[in-house]
């Protein structure tokens, strides 16, 4: 897909989001059912085999998070995976994300974690990268085990890596 | 008839006188010196015989002497001839027996130089191809030794990531996930 069409996307998935009165809300449902899609292949095949019938791959998002995410991120999932852009879901939440924290006047922070941080944790991590980096953060944390061990967090292009991943892939090519 | 017989033939011929005893032999005066009439007649008779005979046989003796040295002339001539073409062929089988000797010198000094020749080349080519071989060996052993350095360097880098990843596995409760995110939190903070 063009970006174009991604940005096209993002910005009518942005609008109802805002329109509804909990863009934030829907911006980190989003967000995280993007990350979830992303580490997950069942998933994705799932949400991108043009052999199951649309009506059939919107059951399964709404079977995935009904009860479980607000109304609108179940309907916008929903229709980007009926529209046939399930393979570009990332990338349209990705946009949409910059999109509300530019609304905001934010930089999106993503940060991987090998485990869930605390409420605490996350609010002076977002505190630390406002101070390293100079510009007020909308946090995102995504949970992933193969950062091993500490964190990696993404500020626009600057890359704050202090993952025992990384830490272990230097000593191996030091080896 | 003898010649006396034949002058006694003549003398009566002529007229003359002659004595016989009965047996008819011819009786001069002297045994030794016939009589002058006789020696007239038998001289006179023996110039006209030898006269006849140089008229008569002279010519075809003196051609049949001329032929007969011709003939022998010409057995001279082609005996000289057969001895000179004798020669000649000794000669040509001198040369030829000299040139045979100088085409074997010629193809021995040539064969020998092709064998110089050749045992130079060979020794020229083993050199450069022991040369080669050493090169090559050398190469070969450097490239082994840098091939197994790898293959040691890969199989240490191997295990010791192995090793890594599980002294790390092992070491990574939930005190130093808590560790490690507090860490970066004060890293990154004390940044500006």
């Known amino acids: 897909m063009s970006d174009n069409r991604i940005d096209g996307y993002a910005r009518a998935l942005f609008e109802v989001a805002r329109a509804e009165g909990n863009i934030d809300e829907v911006e980190d449902e989003l967000f995280r059912f993007a990350r979830s899609y992303e580490s997950s292949d069942a998933l994705r095949n799932a949400l991108t085999d043009e052999k199951i019938p649309a009506a059939k791959r919107q059951a399964i998002v709404e079977d995935l998070l009904g009860g479980k995410a607000t109304s609108t991120t179940t309907q916008l999932v929903s229709m980007v995976v009926g529209s046939g852009r399930g393979r570009d879901l990332p990338a349209i939440v990705d946009k949409l994300v910059a999109r509300a924290s530019s609304s905001k006047n934010l930089e999106v922070a993503e940060v991987r974690t090998a485990v869930p941080l605390t409420d605490d944790q996350q609010t002076r991590l977002a505190a630390a990268l406002v101070n390293a980096t100079g510009k007020q953060v909308n946090l995102k944390v995504v949970v992933d085990p193969s950062v091993i061990g500490g964190l990696v967090a993404t500020v626009g292009d600057t890359v704050i890596d202090g993952s025992v991943r990384t830490r272990i892939d230097q000593l191996k090519s030091r080896l | ?192």
């Open chain 2, 1 to 192: 008839m003898s010649v006396l017989g034949i002058i006694a033939v003549a003398g009566r011929v002529a007229g003359e006188t002659v004595t016989t005893d009965p047996q008819g032999h011819v009786i001069t005066n002297s045994a030794y010196v016939p009589s002058l009439t006789e020696i007239v007649w038998g001289g006179g008779a023996a110039v006209v015989v030898i006269a006849l005979l140089v008229w008569k046989a002279g010519p075809p003796a003196k051609k049949f002497l001329a032929a007969r040295t011709a003939k022998i002339q010409k057995e001279l001539d082609a005996a000289a001839a057969d001895k000179s073409a004798a020669e000649a062929e000794a000669t040509n089988i001198r040369q030829a027996k000299g040139d045979i000797a100088a085409e074997r010198a010629l193809i021995i000094a040539e064969a020998q130089a092709q064998a110089d020749a050749l045992l130079i080349d060979g020794r020229a080519r083993l050199v450069t191809e022991v040369a080669d071989l050493e090169a090559r060996a050398a190469s070969d052993l450097v490239a082994a030794q840098g091939r197994v350095g790898d293959e040691l360097r890969g199989e240490i880098s191997r295990l010791s990531s192995a090793a890594v990843d599980q002294v790390v596995n092992g070491t990574l409760d939930d005190a130093t996930h808590q560790e490690l995110i507090e860490h970066f939190i004060a890293h990154v903070g004390a940044q500006s």
